[in-house]
């Protein structure tokens, strides 16, 4: 028994010494890849308050659609009858009719939110959606897969799919007008509202003039702006006269960002998986110095090891096949 | 207007059904002649094969349909509901039923545990298999296939599902690797067998690895969607709870694999490791059920347990019948000793586990949604083209290649 030790030592050291380099060198990369990924978080780089915005007055819509025709005219969409049911892949904003229980009629535009740190942007798997630096998410088709998780991600159920497109499907929404606005013009929809409805605007400013007007009407308006803190913020920015639950506004989503919901946990991963590495390359040393016998005959494929020779097939023969 | 009709079925006895005779005939010479099967031709193996065959047809037709007139034309998905059956089940639960081979692979080669060595090779080919028609699945899903090799080239290292796709290719290759020995085998390439032998124990280590991250990131896909995957399942702890499954359930496919294959193949059947492997699935499954009850209970949500909704009744089935009560089964050693029971009860677990896939990205978003999403037949049909596919490839490799130790035997003895 000691002589097998006393045999096996200079092989045990050397291997030991290579476990230990192995183990640091992962642990180390493990630290490093965690230690340089974690700050970036899944957060953008944003500039809050520079970032385009829309501050959207519920209260002063008079619900004319201007805002639909013209998004229709300035992207180019083909008329359809979904056009009338809400936001679809010919439909990037839809204005949408809430009769409420006192008679009133008020009327909600939707879009995409362009949240500030979007769920959907952390989501595609090929940065197709993607934050441009002036805040609203873009979208390059060329590649994107299709695999519509980003769909799955929004937490306001905006992006829509081409389900009649065989094999070039896009996944639509509203961009935001961004070409309008680097060529240094307001989106089509906020361009052509006549009841100054839609402000377009950087996000600082609009959201100190949605809390201003507030203040000065405190009891015509409901004392909460819609998209300053929820999914960690959004470039579209609601106030309204009447409570947002009642119009159809998803309220109870969270106001953290939503991709940190995932970075939470990919974040992590590097350590476990590391540690994991570690674990199981002692494991795999020590078992192979203890047993010893996956270094016996299995190194010879098993046809070359079996007690009497092949009849048919001569080992001599086969080497040369290989 | 009957010139027409008479015009189409010649084109398609000529264009379809003649071809399709032609490959039948000459696969089955060639495998009669590969292999030494004879078929019997009975009336019950003729409706069973001639109902796969059916069922391919109607697979193929629909990938047709959906390559032409799209997703929308063959599914019943829709913009509030993105993903449906091809995810949830082929994908999450292929995955899933995978699991087995990095769990086994693991412990014969990094931990030594040698006498499991004989059903090593067939859960590594189940989880091969399953693993390229997860891949295909995938391919007939997303909207643009060509782009499904993308995220190498743009790589999102915030997206769960790049990191899943990147681990899913990976580890495929891995495990083609890791049973390509059995191919070299019956090449008799000694050079090839021996490099990919050498390789084996990097392998392994790197696919428990890969499958350690891509199983549970299956669950944190789901983590984007916060108040929108019900809270009997939205949990932070979903991917470790996936990743426990994902070995349990895995352990529960080995049984009925290897159970499978010992009818389908006449074959004995390794039933003291599937024994040990049951005691120790028993606990595991026994702590998977504790951990999910715990779970709900950290997050104050064990009340909804008790509420008359669809989801609750469904996590008490695939908890209660797919985890606690298997574990209570296998712990008897009664239960362990029969071949029959130890069938039935990975049977269940694998249905369960199945149902817990199904949960997480179908049933347990309908509370939000509504149940607005049911799959369509179609969808259906590929589903289960895809399933009989990988069984009958099974089927195919494990008589072609040393799958099995007996015909390891019969092999080397020329």
């Not at chain 1, 937490?155 to 639509?172: A, D």
């Not at chain 2, 049973?179 to 392998?203: D, G, Q, V, Y």
């Not at chain 2, 549970?216 to 809270?231: C, E, R, V």
Request: charged share 15%; hydrophobic share 45%; with cysteine.
């Amino acid at each position: 028994m000691s002589g097998i030790q006393t045999g096996t030592s200079s092989a045990t050291a050397v291997s030991r010494r290579q476990f230990l380099k192995l183990s640091a060198a992962t642990v180390g990369a493990a630290a490093l890849t965690g230690a340089g990924v974690h700050p970036v978080r899944a957060a953008s780089h944003v500039d809050r308050d520079a970032a385009a915005a829309m501050l959207i007055d519920i209260s002063r819509c008079v619900g004319c659609g201007n805002c639909q025709r013209s998004c229709i005219e300035a992207n180019g969409l083909h008329p359809t009858d979904a056009q009338l049911n809400g936001l679809s892949a010919q439909t990037f904003t839809f204005l949408e009719r809430h009769d409420l229980p006192d008679g009133r009629t008020r009327w909600v535009k939707r879009q995409c939110m362009h949240c500030l740190d979007a769920a959907c942007v952390s989501a595609c798997p090929v940065s197709a959606m993607y934050q441009t630096e002036e805040g609203p998410v873009d979208y390059r088709p060329g590649r994107c897969l299709g695999c519509r998780y980003c769909m799955v991600s929004c937490p306001f159920g905006v992006p829509r799919f081409e389900w009649r497109n065989g094999l070039t499907p896009e996944i639509r929404k509203c961009m935001f007008c961004i070409e309008r606005q680097r060529a240094g013009e307001e989106p089509a929809c906020a361009t052509n509202c006549p009841s100054g409805a839609l402000k377009f605007g950087k996000r600082g400013d609009l959201l100190r003039e949605a809390h201003s007007r507030i203040a000065a009407d405190p009891d015509h308006y409901v004392d909460h702006v819609f998209g300053e803190h929820e999914a960690g913020g959004t470039a579209m920015l609601y106030i309204s006269d009447t409570p947002f639950e009642l119009l159809g506004f998803r309220t109870d989503v969270t106001t953290r960002p939503i991709p940190a919901y995932t970075w939470d946990i990919m974040s992590k991963l590097p350590a476990v998986v590391g540690s994991m590495a570690v674990v199981l390359t002692g494991a795999s040393i020590i078992t192979r110095r203890r047993g010893g016998r996956s270094g016996g005959h299995h190194d010879e494929p098993p046809w070359l090891t079996v007690d009497e020779p092949a009849q048919t097939d001569h080992p001599a023969t086969d080497e040369k096949g290989a | 207007m009957l010139q027409d009709i008479l015009m189409l079925a010649a084109l398609f006895i000529l264009r379809i059904v003649v071809p399709l005779l032609l490959v039948i005939g000459v696969g089955y010479t060639l495998a009669r002649r590969l292999t030494g099967v004879k078929l019997d031709f009975s009336p019950t193996f003729v409706m069973g094969v001639g109902g796969v065959l059916a069922l391919w047809a109607l697979a193929v037709i629909t990938v047709v349909m959906r390559l032409t007139g799209g997703l929308g034309q063959v599914t019943n998905l829709n913009d509030q509901f993105p993903l449906g059956l091809w995810i949830g089940f082929d994908v999450m639960a292929g995955a899933m039923l995978g699991g087995g081979a990095f769990v086994l692979a693991g412990m014969v080669y990094v931990f030594g545990l040698e006498r499991y060595r004989p059903i090593l090779r067939s859960t590594i080919l189940t989880a091969f298999l399953g693993y390229s028609l997860l891949i295909v699945a995938l391919i007939i899903d997303i909207g643009r296939p060509y782009n499904i090799w993308r995220p190498l080239m743009y790589q999102n290292i915030h997206s769960v599902l790049f990191e899943v796709a990147m681990c899913v290719m990976t580890y495929t290759m891995v495990l083609a690797l890791e049973f390509s020995p059995a191919l070299f085998e019956r090449l008799r390439w000694r050079r090839a067998w021996k490099i990919t032998h050498a390789l084996t124990l990097p392998l392994v280590i790197l696919g428990i690895l890969l499958s350690t991250m891509h199983q549970s990131s299956l669950g944190s896909l789901w983590l984007i969607a916060p108040g929108k995957l019900n809270d009997l399942w939205y949990t932070p702890w979903l991917p470790v709870f996936f990743w426990i499954s994902a070995i349990g359930v895995g352990l529960g496919m080995v049984a009925v694999e290897s159970n499978l294959s010992s009818r389908g193949f006449k074959r004995g059947l390794e039933q003291g490791l599937l024994a040990s492997l049951a005691k120790f699935n028993a606990y595991w499954l026994g702590f998977y059920a504790v951990a999910k009850f715990a779970d709900l209970a950290w997050r104050g949500k064990l009340w909804m347990l008790a509420e008359p909704t669809l989801q609750a009744a469904l996590w008490w089935i695939e908890v209660g019948l797919g985890a606690a009560l298997p574990a209570l089964l296998l712990l008897s050693p009664k239960v362990r000793q029969s071949k029959n029971a130890l069938f039935a009860v990975g049977g269940l677990v694998v249905a369960c586990g199945i149902l817990n896939r199904l949960n997480v990205s179908v049933f347990g978003l309908w509370s939000y949604t509504g149940p607005i999403y049911i799959p369509s037949l179609m969808e259906i049909a590929v589903t289960a083209a895809l399933f009989t596919f990988g069984a009958a490839l099974f089927a195919l490799l494990a008589k072609l290649l040393p799958v099995f130790p007996a015909e390891h035997a019969e092999l080397t003895t020329g």
